[in-house]
């Protein structure tokens, strides 16, 4: 508990390093162009002296205007594509909690219209909540037992007992796959009740040899979204995008701090001050995004997602019995046959 919480801390002292070097780059593109504040003064001089040496100055900075331009190209370049490789871990993040979700809600309802027995659907349906919970806590570096976690709350409303609880903190494993191992073995203790009364379909039945395998693929892929998500926080951006980015923006802001001083003057700190600030706005952002796992506001929202889990888990265990007793209800509606209607005009074609 104490080496994960220094770890967060660690990570921590990183983002803030990283963010101090950025506003050293910012405050330091602002100096260099007050330095060619005298883009103003070599104007003066070569009004005075016309061909002279300070026009031949300002003649060379006007043709190195287009080296410029390539220069800023080539930033640009750079900039967006660390930003969209920043984007693409974050969107990748959400298309694997809405996957977790979709599979937790299906592994639920597989659950309560399949198995026969009360105690353990109760118990796979628990297990299916935590496993929510502890994806979120490992993807945060943490167990469930930390402070700020959700292991004490999942005991008080009755989804863990202490002694589970205490099982999964002690226990080597990553927590989410301690869940699934639970539900496995739920499985197949449903499985092995005598003349195959642990499933609502009996041993003779057709479908009930291919029940355990369709179980077994949605663990499969609960399994993979986990190890999918790890792997988008593990991973990182490559050093060198850092780098060449970072090389870029004080390439280009001290060339074309040269440049802009010969044209706009006193205006250059200016221009540079708000153009660096938008870039460093955007650079921030892709490090945000690199972890979309933390407590950013840019972040996914981790809670939200096993809320929904665990709400939506408990509304299949309340209309699972109300299912079965309309779908074996005797009375049907009465069905009055009517002609549909398009719900707006086509035109017949002459």
């Not at 190209?73 to 920043?86: E, S």
């Not at 280009?252 to 708000?274: D, E, K």
């Amino acid at each position: 508990m104490r080496s994960s919480s220094t770890h967060r801390h660690a990570e921590v002292d990183d983002e803030e390093g990283k963010a101090q070097f950025f506003l050293i780059l910012l405050l330091e593109s602002v100096e260099d162009s007050a330095a060619f504040f005298a883009g103003t003064e070599l104007r003066a001089l070569a009004a005075i002296d016309p061909g002279g040496l300070a026009q031949q100055w300002l003649d060379d900075i006007e043709s190195c205007k287009n080296a410029v331009s390539v220069v800023g190209t080539l930033f640009v370049f750079t900039l967006v594509f660390r930003f969209n490789a920043c984007y693409d871990r974050w969107w990748e993040s959400r298309i694997f909690w809405g996957d977790i979700i979709s599979k937790c809600l299906e592994l639920g309802m597989m659950n309560r219209r399949w198995f026969n027995h009360v105690e353990l659907q109760d118990q796979l349906s628990r297990f299916i909540v935590v496993y929510s919970y502890a994806c979120k806590s490992l993807l945060r570096g943490k167990s469930l037992t930390e402070e700020g976690e959700d292991g004490a709350a999942l005991v008080e409303r009755g989804l863990l007992t202490q002694h589970e609880l205490d099982l999964m903190d002690s226990s080597p494993s990553w927590q989410p796959h301690f869940c699934l191992d639970i539900i496995r073995e739920v499985i197949v203790q449903l499985h092995m009740i005598p003349g195959g009364k642990g499933l609502r379909m009996d041993d003779t039945n057709k479908i009930h040899g291919q029940l355990f395998r369709c179980l077994d693929n949605t663990l499969k892929d609960m399994n993979t979204l986990i190890g999918n998500c790890v792997r988008v926080r593990a991973s990182g951006l490559p050093a060198s995008y850092d780098a060449i980015t970072m090389t870029s923006f004080v390439t280009f802001f001290l060339l074309a701090s040269v440049v802009w001083s010969a044209a706009i003057g006193w205006m250059t700190p200016i221009v540079v001050f708000l153009a660096s600030m938008i870039i460093m706005f955007l650079i921030v952002m892709g490090t945000k995004l690199v972890d979309p796992f933390g407590y950013d506001k840019v972040d996914i929202p981790m809670e939200c997602f096993c809320a929904t889990i665990e709400s939506q888990m408990q509304a299949i265990d309340q209309r699972g019995k109300s299912i079965i007793d309309v779908s074996s209800e005797k009375v049907r509606p009465s069905i009055s046959r009517r002609q549909s209607q398009a719900t707006f005009h086509i035109p017949r074609l002459a």
